[in-house]
């Protein structure tokens, strides 16, 4: 039981449409980064954020956006959401101590597909 | 530019069979090396992880990894697989000044009775 929960578990948007991920992190941990997992991929880095400011991004567009509330919970947000979106998003938390060795802990996802 | 390679898209196994899960990375310098599992509608779980000292590291579950700095690897092993251990493995890495991790594509595990 890694304690990071996420919501919904499953949705299902039509291009175009904007959708909102919600991740609660582990009690204690600070930091909280989101990856993408396409299909037969690994996790990709999407961004990271802590104490509330994005601290460090990945390759993808301004569509994805997020923001870090001060309880340390987070949303991912897609606008104008495209086919290839489809995926896994995960969220990961960790404390500022394990944040610099990679040490995350991950929640179960929630998968996201676009028709 | 880090990257991580799994060769390995798909291994099988017969339970109490012994298990190796290779992983390549490139990389500048020494990274930090972690191998997690992603069992069905579950998240990525942490096996172990390498930052320095002994190269070969235990984790969780009976697994071990090694790291090779000449062969730049980081093999996953198991001296006997459970049929609790199929899942998909994945290797990254993680550089020492930025904060995100980079994954392999990954290895789907499967184990025969």
């Known amino acids: 039981e890694t304690g990071v929960t996420q919501s919904p578990t499953h949705l299902i948007k039509t291009r175009g449409q904007q959708v909102t991920l919600r991740c609660s992190s582990q009690?204690?941990?600070?930091?909280v980064s989101w990856y993408q997992q396409a299909l037969g991929q690994g996790p990709q880095f999407i961004f990271q954020?802590?104490?509330?400011?994005?601290?460090g991004r990945g390759n993808f567009p301004p569509r994805f956006s997020g923001l870090q509330f001060p309880n340390y919970s987070s949303e991912l947000n897609v606008n104008a959401l495209e086919l290839d979106d489809s995926a896994l998003y995960l969220c990961?938390?960790?404390?500022?101590?394990?944040?610099?060795?990679?040490?995350?802990?991950f929640g179960e996802g929630s998968r996201l597909t676009v028709l | 530019a880090q990257s991580v390679t799994q060769p390995d898209i798909h291994i099988t196994v017969s339970e109490g069979a012994s298990l190796e899960l290779r992983c390549n990375y490139s990389?500048?310098?020494?990274?930090?090396l972690f191998w997690y599992v992603q069992s069905p509608g579950q998240g990525l779980q942490l096996l172990l992880k390498?930052?320095?000292?002994?190269?070969l590291v235990q984790g969780i579950k009976g697994f071990e990894a090694e790291f090779k700095r000449s062969q730049s690897s980081f093999n996953l092993r198991k001296p006997s697989v459970h049929w609790s251990d199929a899942a998909e493995y994945f290797c990254?890495?993680?550089?020492?000044?930025?904060?995100?991790?980079?994954f392999g594509t990954g290895t789907r595990l499967l184990v025969s009775p």
């Open positions: 990254a890495l993680k550089n020492t000044g930025f904060q995100k991790l980079v």
């Open positions: 390498y930052f320095s000292g002994d190269t």
């Open positions: 009690s204690g941990h600070n930091t």
């Open positions: 990961a938390s960790s404390t500022a101590g394990t944040v610099n060795t990679g040490e995350l802990f």
């Open positions: 990389y500048g310098a020494t990274p930090y």
């Open positions: 954020y802590y104490r509330e400011e994005e601290n």
